[in-house]
């Protein structure tokens, strides 16, 4: 995967199946995308009003199945950073947040989260391709990324790559 | 090579021959934001230091979703979009012009464009027969900026709508009857073809429902073949010029071949909270609605708004109920007041909204109280989706949600006669 060494470590936040973008970002709040250290404040917070107070910066953010799908705001993955989250892991993404998420160099990890307890503390190696349950004392295969979006992430993100690259070079 | 409607318009836009699952650059014909996505798609042109777009007139900046604005912070992102189109010479589509996935199929789609938009339903414009897919604000940036984008060429689920329509059913049950069977991620990371007889002969308006909510099923586009239907569609909006044809080579490789018999697909609904959680209105319990919403760039076109004004016709909405109607757009809203639509359905009791997304993305217009329930002719009915996390939206066709209108509660529309 990724030429960079990389090893994240935090705990774990489970969330379920179809974690929509309206859960990570609400359309209620749609007057704060312009504002997004605020929106960050209100991260997911349809889905665990407690999760914003909680999270730690390194922490994990862990769903089931379909996470993100629904509509194309950025703002999503985007606030899942900005809280400080290290990587999203789930059993399968929908294809724009998953997209969108390289995009701006959040790590989303395809695994079976099924293996992941709520408050587990996993080590995660990017490059390796290996998520270490150190709660249950268990490794975890990821997928790996395509060579186009590795080079985006190694990039630091899609404008990034471009400024470096003066258009995409793939 | 035979291929399928993406591996044609992708190795088009690609200069070489590609098939499913080859990742390219490509050049892309028409790139938009709307007022949700644009602010932030115009900070990261900004970012990467470009200050003129590659091709400004098929740059789009739409002002829908929230249009017009309910509070400051959106007026400020608005002169942000207008400042910017200006100062660039794009496109702008400002309050009260409609939805953008029904001024896209108006005035700038063609069939074997490619589309890209900070839009997830963007996937509309395959109905005409373009490889539409919608992304997030920096890809849209980028696509801005030097009219290129990536795509991994999508493998195919062929989806055949055979037999015929019943009474009382629309494309949007047929939508809705695929996304329960197949689920919300049933076509994750896929491109749809719709054929079929159902879909040979179906009209512009049902093909824009059905390729609309492609993405319900997690598709990145849903296509149609461009035909006879599509040609006559963009004589009238004065666009036969961009008219060509496009089918899948016989032949084409799927991933997968789904036959639909529509003859057995009831009237439709999705329940909370998600759109895949589908069933026939005949085996819904009795669900009481407070608020009916017939508009939206799923339902919000001309045949659309007819077909509920026929049954909507002379008779009043339930006591107690909201009727909220958003045409799709200025196009839309014109032709439906000459022909008297929008006089039937005031005459009914019901309040007609500005062309644009109208309480679809619950910014302003309709947002719902603790426990309320809406029938909605929207694509998504997501937990919160209408700026309530305590309500509940049930998504229908246009017919269902008239007739429920009337009776207060879900109700088969076929009962009206």
Request: charged fraction near 25%.
């Amino acid at each position: 995967m990724s030429s960079k060494k990389k090893i994240l470590k935090g705990k774990s936040f489970k969330f379920g199946d179809d974690i929509s973008t309206d859960l990570v970002a609400p359309g209620r709040l749609f007057h704060l995308r312009s504002n997004l250290p605020e929106l960050a404040k209100h991260v997911l917070e349809d889905a665990d009003p407690e999760f914003s107070g909680k999270v730690k910066p390194g922490d994990f953010v862990v769903g089931g199945r379909n996470f993100g799908l629904g509509s194309s705001r950025e703002h999503a993955p985007m606030i899942i950073k900005l809280a400080g989250v290290g990587a999203v892991l789930a059993k399968s993404f929908a294809r724009i947040f998953f997209r969108n998420s390289i995009n701006i160099g959040l790590p989303v990890l395809i695994c079976d989260t099924d293996k992941i307890n709520e408050g587990d503390e996993l080590e995660i190696d990017l490059t390796k391709g290996v998520i270490k349950n150190v709660t249950i004392n268990i490794e975890l295969k990821f997928n790996p990324l395509p060579d186009v979006m590795i080079k985006i992430l190694d990039d630091g993100g899609l404008t990034e790559h471009i400024t470096k690259n003066k258009g995409f070079n793939f | 090579m035979e291929k399928t409607i993406s591996e044609k318009i992708i190795s088009e836009h690609a200069g070489k021959e590609l098939k499913a699952g080859e990742i390219s650059v490509v050049e892309v014909d028409v790139v938009m934001s709307q007022d949700g996505t644009g602010p932030l798609a115009v900070s990261q042109i900004k970012k990467m230091g470009f200050d003129s777009l590659k091709n400004p007139e098929k740059s789009i900046f739409f002002i829908d979703h929230a249009a017009p604005s309910p509070r400051k912070e959106l007026s400020n992102s608005h002169a942000i979009l207008r400042e910017f189109a200006r100062s660039t010479d794009a496109v702008l589509s400002d309050v009260g012009r409609g939805v953008c996935h029904q001024v896209l199929i108006e005035d700038h789609s063609c069939p074997g464009d490619i589309v890209i938009g900070g839009d997830s339903h963007t996937c509309t414009s395959g109905a005409l027969g373009a490889f539409a897919t919608g992304m997030g604000s920096t890809d849209i940036a980028v696509g801005y900026s030097l009219a290129k984008t990536w795509l991994r060429v999508p493998d195919t689920i062929r989806v055949n709508f055979n037999g015929s329509l019943n009474k009382g059913v629309f494309a949007k049950d047929l939508v809705i009857y695929l996304i329960g069977r197949i689920t919300s991620d049933g076509a994750t990371y896929r491109a749809i073809e719709f054929g079929g007889k159902v879909s040979s002969t179906m009209d512009m308006d049902g093909r824009f429902t059905i390729s609309n909510m492609a993405v319900e099923a997690g598709a990145k586009t849903g296509l149609f073949d461009s035909d006879n239907i599509t040609k006559k569609y963009l004589e009238n909006q004065g666009r036969g010029g961009c008219f060509r044809e496009i089918s899948a080579d016989l032949g084409a490789v799927y991933e997968k071949v789904l036959d639909i018999d529509c003859s057995v697909i009831e009237p439709m609904v999705s329940q909370p909270h998600t759109v895949d959680n589908a069933l026939s209105v005949r085996d819904l319990e009795k669900i009481k609605i407070d608020q009916v919403f017939i508009g939206t760039c799923t339902n919000g076109r001309l045949s659309d708004l007819r077909v509920a004004a026929e049954i909507l016709k002379g008779k009043k909405v339930a006591d107690g109920l909201r009727l909220l109607v958003a045409p799709a757009s200025r196009e839309v809203y014109l032709d439906a007041m000459k022909e008297g639509i929008l006089a039937t359905f005031i005459e009914s009791g019901a309040a007609i909204q500005n062309p644009g997304c109208g309480p679809c993305v619950g910014v302003h217009q309709g947002i719902l109280a603790d426990e309320e329930v809406c029938l909605s002719t929207a694509n998504r009915n997501f937990k919160g989706r209408m700026g309530n996390t305590d309500s509940f939206i049930y998504l229908s066709s246009p017919a269902t949600a008239a007739w429920s209108a009337i009776r207060g509660y879900i109700a088969d529309p076929r009962e009206k006669s």
